[in-house]
């Protein structure tokens, strides 16, 4: 198996190839790097639900929107399991798909929920929250 820091340049090359517009390479080394993740550490590890999430820009970006939503909803699903809902990751991940999922949309307004249930209404998280939710109107 690679080695996760191999693993981790491959990705970073991957979006960096991403942002100069060379789709196709990026599309290429993004996919090796989520095998490569997958073998390596497994298919539940957060390093490989954020490998899927490269993968999926990469692929909103070549107009693959249904193939980049399918990446997101599962990335979402499985940092939300093992990094919570409001973890860092978890809500980068739902703020650049949200206007690609269904599933990102209702696990905002759920976070929107719970933060409502059991914070004050003054609380820095809550609001984080609240304005967060706001890019799904």
Request: hydrophobic content about 35%; proline content about 7%; cysteine-free.
């Amino acid at each position: 198996p690679q080695h996760p820091e191999t693993l981790q340049t491959q990705e970073n090359l991957a979006i960096t190839l991403r942002k100069d517009g060379e789709l196709e390479e990026a599309a290429t080394l993004a996919r090796a790097s989520l095998v490569g993740r997958k073998s390596a550490l497994g298919p539940a590890h957060p390093a490989t639900f954020g490998a899927m999430g490269t993968l999926a820009d990469i692929l909103r970006d070549q107009k693959q929107t249904e193939a980049a939503s399918e990446l997101y909803e599962d990335a979402l699903l499985g940092l939300r399991e093992t990094r919570g809902p409001a973890h860092p990751e978890t809500l980068a991940l739902l703020k650049k798909s949200q206007r690609q999922t269904n599933e990102a949309r209702r696990m905002a307004y759920e976070l929107v929920a719970g933060a409502r249930r059991s914070l004050p209404p003054d609380h820095p998280d809550r609001k984080k929250y609240e304005r967060h939710v706001e890019g799904f109107r």
